[in-house]
């Protein structure tokens, strides 16, 4: 009796072909999906960042270290500031004429203040502050004179402007003293156009209202 079936033990024929087909197949597929699946998970270099994503370690150390540098500091100026103007000094005044020395202090916006002595001559022996010195404007220079203050004759001031009568009196070395105020017409002087007064000296004028002048008729006092 012949037995036809097939040792179990028999690998070939044209299923084990089909075996080994399959598992061929099988492998590829898994290959395929991996190298997707690795490909999703690396991300596109080229790929825009989504707004709110995590930065990169490196960018994120340098964007903290370039927000927490401190502000850059501007550098004190190095200039001295001065309040004279450039090139105002006191002139030279040692041995000119005080009339001459007041011309160029006024000249310059400067005051003056004249000390006369008791020698002899009109020239500026020596000035506070000393000739050379900056200065700015308005300051006073003090010069004292060798010789005694020259004498002067009062001009009338009466009827001007209190403002235009103190001019001329500083004009003519004397110094206004106001009686009443600074405002309106002089209507009173003293000492009187014409008077004899010496540089330095004082007149005062009475600005605004009317002079005093006694009532017409009015009786004599009685001594």
Request: one cysteine or more; proline letters at 11%.
């Amino acid at each position: 009796m012949t037995d036809e079936r097939q040792p179990a033990g028999d690998d070939t024929g044209p299923g084990r072909a089909r075996l080994f087909l399959g598992g061929g197949l099988a492998v590829i597929l898994l290959a395929v999906i991996g190298a997707s699946v690795g490909w999703i998970l690396a991300g596109d270099p080229e790929r825009t960042a989504v707004p709110g994503a995590s930065a990169p370690a490196d960018a994120a150390s340098t964007s903290a270290s370039a927000s927490t540098a401190p502000p850059t500091t501007a550098a004190p100026p190095t200039g001295t500031r001065t309040s004279a103007p450039a090139g105002l000094t006191v002139p030279e005044v040692v041995g000119v004429d005080f009339e001459q020395v007041r011309r160029d202090l006024r000249e310059r916006r400067l005051g003056w203040r004249l000390v006369f002595g008791t020698g002899t001559g009109r020239t500026v022996e020596r000035a506070s502050p000393s000739p050379g010195t900056p200065v700015k404007r308005g300051t006073t220079v003090t010069v004292w004179v060798s010789g005694p203050a020259p004498a002067v004759s009062v001009p009338d001031v009466g009827s001007q402007s209190c403002s235009d009568a103190a001019d001329d009196l500083v004009e003519a070395g004397l110094y206004p003293r106001y009686a009443t105020g600074r405002q309106g017409p002089v209507t009173a002087q003293a000492p009187v156009a014409g008077s004899t007064a010496r540089w330095n000296d004082q007149v005062t004028i009475t600005c605004g209202g009317q002079a005093s002048t006694p009532p017409t008729g009015s009786p004599s006092p009685t001594p």
